[in-house]
């Protein structure tokens, strides 16, 4: 199963391309993290026709910009957890709590998504021939994720999706960009090219993500 989440590619597409980058060690990852920021730029084309989706996320709240032909559509929401534990053990655990509300022909929806996920992280040795350095790139292996979600309004109910994955079936590999003192910054670009007879896809996407200690 391969799944495409929020600025994650399986492995097998995963292409990085960052042309600075810092270095971190086991004991600065490891701690107990709030994400203070959360930037993601993804530019879809298919076919000539492209698509552009920008994710922005504080402390406090989130807001999703798509454009598309010249259409522009905006969606925000509440932020009430966005929160990360990574362990020296080589384990970690993030969990998001987000809140949003829309109208549809006037009634008002309020809906709220809880995702919780965990699984295993290293840091990438230095490869012959690449421009990375020890420490500066780390893998986090997702093997487990569940979410869950509420609505209310005109009709109310909760849904929850619930999957494992095997090691190496979903990972996410990012750029240590920053880490010093209590803050810590990762940025990950990936590109996925679809090419299947005359149809042409690409998929570009850029995600930093700013860490502070709780």
């Not at 020890?134 to 609505?151: H, M």
């Not at 005109?154 to 929850?160: A, K, Q």
Request: aromatic residues 8%; hydrophobic residues 25%; proline residues 0%.
């Amino acid at each position: 199963m391969k799944k495409i989440i929020f600025g994650t590619l399986s492995v097998a597409f995963l292409a990085v391309a960052i042309s600075s980058c810092g270095k971190s060690s086991k004991g600065k990852m490891a701690n107990e993290w709030k994400i203070t920021s959360y930037e993601k730029n993804d530019t879809q084309t298919s076919n000539g026709n492209q698509t552009v989706i920008k994710t922005s996320m504080t402390e406090t709240g989130v807001t999703r910009t798509t454009t598309n032909g010249g259409t522009t559509t905006t969606s925000t929401g509440t932020v009430n957890t966005n929160e990360m534990t990574i362990d020296k053990d080589g384990t970690w655990t993030s969990t998001q709590d987000i809140s949003g509300s829309y109208v549809l022909l006037g009634t008002t929806y309020t809906t709220n998504t809880k995702t919780t996920e965990s699984g295993t992280w290293s840091f990438v040795a230095k490869t012959k021939g690449d421009e990375f350095k020890k420490n500066e790139r780390v893998i986090f292996n997702v093997l487990t994720e569940t979410t869950t979600t509420t609505q209310s309004g005109g009709s109310t109910g909760t849904s929850t999706d619930s999957y494992t994955y095997a090691s190496g079936e979903l990972v996410r590999v990012y750029t240590v960009k920053e880490s010093k003192g209590k803050e810590l910054e990762l940025e990950m670009t990936t590109n996925n090219t679809n090419t299947s007879g005359s149809n042409n896809s690409t998929y570009v996407t850029t995600t930093t993500i700013v860490l502070a200690e709780k």
